[in-house]
Nanobody
Framework: QLQASGGGLVHSGGSLRLSCEVSGSTLDYLSIGWFRQAPGAEREGISCISSNDGQTHYVDSVNGRFTISRDKDKNTVYLQMNDLKPEDTALYYC??????????????????????WGQGAQVTVSS
């Protein structure tokens, strides 16, 4: 199971850190992805981190502003979001997959590749 937390309301240019705590398995075997869904829009993948070697991936719209990281001792993955913009407003989800990725293998970046989803955390950025 996964539990996302850390959402909230911030002004444009502000920062938030989302946390995704995993239970029932360990990050040694799970790749974690962050996704978001804005009102009226489709869910999109924005970042992931591989279980294999911690390799990361970002979509262009968040690259350079968001950072994904993991703490294996806490079995938690984080998404640090800086320089937030109103277009970042969405419900953010974390999910896991047993696809390793990294070390020469493609990272799991597609929604259909993920097996278990947590409840979303709302992020609202005001202009």
């Amino acid at each position: 199971q996964l539990q996302a937390s850390g959402g909230g309301l911030v002004h444009s240019g502000g920062s938030l850190r989302l946390s995704c705590e995993v239970s029932g398995s360990t990050l040694d075997y799970l790749s974690i992805g962050w996704f978001r869904q804005a009102p009226g829009a489709e869910r999109e993948g924005i970042s992931c981190i591989s279980s294999n070697d911690g390799q990361t991936h970002y979509v262009d719209s968040v690259n350079g502003r968001f950072t994904i990281s993991r703490d294996k001792d806490k079995n938690t993955v984080y998404l640090q979001m800086n320089d937030l913009k109103p277009e970042d407003t969405a419900l953010y989800y974390c999910a896991f997959t047993y696809i390793f990725g990294g070390a020469g293998y493609p990272l799991p970046t597609e929604i259909y590749q993920y097996d278990v989803w947590g409840q979303g955390a709302q992020v609202t950025v005001s202009s």
